[in-house]
């Protein structure tokens, strides 16, 4: 069934309900209207009895004087017959005393005598009594008919008001519930829908009209989980490519790095082995040619094998070996290191170590010594022979030990900070030094394996730089 028809039905039922009540209404007022008019009528004919009455009673005192007024009393008793010839009493059981009072009227005026016409006029006057006291008996029975009706008049009334509120009430109750669940249910479906759960679906239930926006929020619903499910496919689909594509230019990058670093000890190879081939087919070469060319070609072949060293490191940091150990031991261990090479001697290396807490971590001693040299070296190659300053600082912030290496050398641009920790990328490229860039990829990868992090700050050019190492502190070492 409709919702319209439904409601159709529901407005007709309480249109028939309110008729109901105003019929009864109508009824019992109707009813005690009669009744009013009723006993308005006793009343007068009521009246008008005991006005014939007085004339017969005043009639008959005339007669009864010591000097008979016979003529007023014929005249009392004229006027009481036209009295009530003019009254038109209601037919009913009253109708017999009605005409017997009438025939005594007329017997009383047609009699002669003294004495007959007061046994007349007695006889009337009892059946005036009789009478009076009849209408009075049919005016108790209207007033208690009367409060009879008006007691059905109620209770009906209230009992018709009582079905028509009732059923008004479970009418509405029922309509809200038959509006508001389905509604409700949209809503529910609207919110999951909303939440990214499109395989829920709603139950076509209730009226037709609910019932048909249902199917059309489930067509909607359907659509929407078939446009989404496209999507992710297309999704990923275009992640793949782009892991692809990235695994490619990774690749590419790391080959375009690989061969740039490699080709020249393999230049340098090739070199010196095609210039020993020519000696030795045009002339015989000395023992101190050949020793310096083989010297030269092992130490670039060694050199590439450390090249490829290092990428194998970059891309395996491992886990093994990890136990406590005390970065302040090992910072104090690397420091004396790099103090003893000949070509850092002049500059000063400062060690700062906070002795509050303890500076403990679960890391590898090889990785994390290496970590520290690759700081400490690269911030020395960065220094000034004259004055060059490097500071190794150790403290623990937070439940982290911090590890931080500043120098007052040469600083950084913003293009190198962005790219300090790409592999092969250095800024001594171009100078006396040489570096491959893969001293600060690797230790970048050694701080992540070891969920730290690394940051390299510098204010510019000639303003020195500063690498921050932060790695969690072993169980039980203090905080700040």
């Given at each position: ?152 008049a109620v209770i009906l009334m209230s009992a018709l008001s009582a079905v028509v509120v009732v059923g008004a009430v479970r009418v509405g109750i029922w309509q809200y519930r038959s509006v508001m669940r389905p509604l409700n249910r949209l809503g529910q479906a ?291």
């Amino acid at each position: 069934m409709t919702l319209r028809r439904t409601m159709a039905l529901e407005i007709g039922a309480t249109i028939v309900g309110l008729l109901l009540v105003s019929g009864a209404s109508l009824w019992g007022l109707n009813a005690l209207h009669e009744d009013f008019d009723s006993s308005i009528a006793g009343y007068q004919e009521l009246r008008q009895v005991y006005e014939v009455g007085s004339h017969v009673a005043t009639a008959k005192t005339l007669l009864t004087l010591q000097k008979a007024e016979e003529g007023r009393a014929e005249a009392e008793i004229r006027t009481a017959v036209d009295m009530y010839d003019l009254y038109r009493p209601p037919s009913g059981e009253a109708a017999g005393l009605r005409g017997a009072v009438r025939e005594g009227l007329r017997e009383a005026l047609w009699v002669s005598g003294r004495e007959q016409r007061l046994a007349a006029l007695n006889r009337v006057l009892t059946q005036v009594a009789n009478l009076a006291s009849e209408i009075r008996r049919g005016i108790e029975r209207t007033q208690h008919k009367a409060d009879r009706n008006r007691r059905t008049a109620v209770i009906l009334m209230s009992a018709l008001s009582a079905v028509v509120v009732v059923g008004a009430v479970r009418v509405g109750i029922w309509q809200y519930r038959s509006v508001m669940r389905p509604l409700n249910r949209l809503g529910q479906a609207a919110r999951t829908i909303a939440a990214g759960r499109f395989a829920d679906r709603v139950a076509a239930e209730g009226h037709a009209e609910f019932a048909e926006l249902a199917d059309d929020f489930n067509r909607m619903a359907a659509e929407l989980d078939g446009l989404y499910r496209q999507l992710e496919q297309k999704v990923a689909a275009k992640s793949k490519e782009l892991v692809r594509s990235e695994r490619l230019a990774s690749v590419g990058y790391l080959a375009a790095g690989v061969a740039h670093e490699i080709n020249n000890p393999i230049g340098i190879i090739a070199g010196h082995a095609e210039l020993m081939l020519r000696k030795l087919a045009n002339e015989e070469p000395s023992d101190g040619q050949v020793e310096g060319a083989l010297r030269v070609i092992c130490d670039e072949a060694f050199r590439c094998k450390d090249i490829v060293g290092k990428l194998l490191s970059l891309a395996r940091p491992g886990d093994e070996g990890r136990r406590r150990i005390s970065l302040a031991e090992l910072a104090q261990n690397v420091v004396g290191m790099v103090g003893g090479l000949g070509e850092h001697r002049a500059k000063r290396v400062t060690l700062r170590i906070n002795k509050d807490h303890p500076l403990d971590v679960i890391a590898s001693e090889a990785e994390m010594k290496q970590v520290l040299l690759n700081l400490v070296i690269n911030a020395l190659d960065a220094v000034a022979a004259t004055g060059g300053e490097v500071c190794v600082e150790l403290n623990n912030a937070d439940g982290f030990v911090e590890l931080a290496v500043t120098d007052n050398g040469r600083g950084m641009t913003a293009d190198v900070l962005e790219r300090v920790f790409e592999p092969f990328f250095t800024a001594k490229r171009g100078r006396a030094e040489p570096g491959i860039g893969l001293g600060l990829s690797i230790t970048h990868a050694i701080v992540r394996s070891h969920r730290g992090t690394i940051r390299a700050d510098s204010h510019g050019p000639g303003k020195g730089s500063r690498f921050v190492v932060r790695l969690p502190a072993a169980e039980g070492a203090g905080t700040q």
